[in-house]
């Protein structure tokens, strides 16, 4: 201390302030305090209302609702176009006189053939499906339920082996005895239909022609009337906007409700008659929902597409071949189950079966024998199809078919052919299409045709991406053994 100068005070507080200023103040104390109980209260759930769990149940049920009744959805919608754009009903076959277009809203249909299908009801007894022999013509196809699972091929690479036959559909419990003569299918519904192709010899007016008379000798008749049938009614679709395609809103849950009413419960799907209750559906009774439960309704419906978008995408994880990024569209779990009924106590593959039902219709009873599938939704180079630039698909010569194989294109977005398009797909059977010196093919898929190549060229909408489905009838050897391959498409132009 310098001489003169004053003691310096040392700066301490008093013990009051001290207390209330320091870390362990109660300020500072209580600051803390209400911060660790803001942190705790937001990472505790809240408490949901009665309604609100309500509602979350609901969702989820009508989730796995949508997912198991993919299927009979499907099949409920294309009857449902039946009835109302061509004025049809059970036991008649709706047809396409000419090939289609796009206006046929199916699940990835095939405009390369002749389509028809028989929609049949055995409530009142059992119906005859009659399949004329491979003479003038061929055809190819499947007999299903209405859950479509498959029960029966015909044609050459079904049962009948091309000598034609006659297909006897029963109804479920049915007691007496099939009379003699007759393809016997047991079925476990009342409801089915037939997905039915006539095969053309090739894409010219005059084949087209002979297909379309070839199909009309297929007949539909109940069996109390085999001794003398009556006429089968044809209902035509061509140039009518014959839209299947799914609703993922509230009117999904429509569609169900129609099939609920209309079917029997099937023993492996019982556990669904609670479920399905909780979301307003009911055998008996009219679906009728609420606002709150319509809304909870639509939410679930865009989950679920979000979750079958999300399986979509994997489901290509698997390529076919080693060399490119062609996938068989339907993971080897269903493919087992739905060809033998889902007769495997162990095994109900839902997931996969609401999957493949999200994007097409139909299911082989033996894949590979009348047809084979492949499918791929990015290029070459992992991109997702773009409709506003240009590819390339170069199909290998001496392709593994003993009637002709096929590039379609379809919609992203809905699995449907893209709409407004003037044609969807290019098939070995077109008579203009070009091919390369070494008898390989280059089909272009964009939305302008390359210069000179219209005969090659397959549209796109600029404003859609696209998927593309291969196609195989009549596959042979080198297809399974994989000698043959198909590379991947690539773009060549655009973004």
Not at 92 to 115: C, E, F, G, H, M
Not at 433 to 438: I, S
Not at 441 to 451: I, K, M, Q, S
Request: hydrophobic share 40%; proline share 8%; aromatic share 10%.
């Amino acid at each position: 201390m310098r001489p003169g100068q004053s003691p310096r005070r040392s700066k301490v507080c008093p013990a009051a302030a001290c207390r209330t200023h320091a870390p362990g103040g109660p300020v500072i104390r209580a600051i803390l305090a209400l911060t660790l109980a803001s942190i705790i209260a937001a990472a505790q759930p809240q408490k949901a209302s009665a309604e609100d769990i309500v509602g979350r149940s609901i969702e989820r049920r009508a989730v796995e609702a949508v997912i198991w009744g993919m299927p009979a959805v499907n099949y409920d919608l294309m009857y449902e176009a039946m009835v109302r754009e061509t004025r049809g009903e059970f036991n008649q076959i709706v047809y396409w006189s000419r090939l289609p277009d796009w206006k046929n809203q199916t699940l990835t249909p095939n405009p390369d053939a002749i389509y028809l299908m028989p929609f049949f009801n055995v409530k009142d007894g059992p119906m005859v499906i009659e399949i004329p022999p491979s003479d003038s013509g061929v055809i190819n196809g499947t007999i299903m339920d209405d859950w479509q699972v498959p029960l029966e091929d015909v044609g050459p690479a079904g049962v009948d082996k091309g000598a034609g036959g006659k297909y006897l559909i029963l109804p479920p419990d049915y007691k007496d005895t099939a009379p003699e003569g007759y393809i016997v299918l047991p079925s476990q519904t009342y409801q089915g239909y037939a997905l039915l192709r006539s095969i053309l010899k090739s894409g010219s007016d005059a084949d087209v022609a002979k297909a379309v008379a070839y199909s009309r000798r297929i007949q539909l008749y109940p069996l109390a009337r085999a001794a003398n049938p009556p006429e089968t009614i044809f209902r035509d679709a061509i140039d009518i906007v014959y839209d299947a395609t799914i609703p993922y809103d509230w009117r999904f849950f429509q569609s169900l409700d129609r099939f609920v009413q209309r079917e029997v419960w099937l023993t492996r799907d019982k556990a669904m008659i609670d479920q399905l209750k909780s979301i307003g559906i009911e055998k008996g009774k009219p679906f009728s929902p609420d606002a709150r439960t319509h809304a909870d309704l639509d939410a679930a419906a865009r989950e679920a597409h979000a979750l079958l978008e999300g399986r979509y995408e994997g489901m290509f994880s698997v390529p076919y071949f080693d060399i490119s990024r062609w996938a068989v569209p339907a993971l080897p779990d269903f493919l087992q189950g739905a060809s033998t009924g889902y007769t495997d106590p162990d095994n109900y593959p839902v997931d996969s079966r609401g999957l493949v039902f999200s994007f097409a219709f139909f299911t082989p009873k033996h894949l590979g024998q009348g047809q084979f599938y492949l499918m791929t939704v990015k290029d070459k180079t992992g991109q997702t199809f773009d409709g506003r630039s240009t590819y390339r698909l170069t199909v290998p010569a001496n392709a593994p078919v003993t009637q002709y194989w096929s590039a379609t294109v379809y919609d992203r977005a809905t699995h449907a052919l893209i709409r407004d398009l003037p044609r969807s797909s290019r098939s070995s059977q077109n008579p203009d299409l070009h091919k390369n010196a070494d008898g390989s093919v280059d089909v272009y898929f964009g939305p302008e045709a390359p210069a000179g190549k219209d005969a090659n060229w397959v549209p796109t909408n600029p404003a859609r991406q696209f998927e593309v489905l291969f196609r195989l009838y009549g596959p042979e050897k080198s297809l399974f053994e994989k000698t043959w391959k198909l590379p991947d498409i690539e773009r060549i132009s655009g973004r």
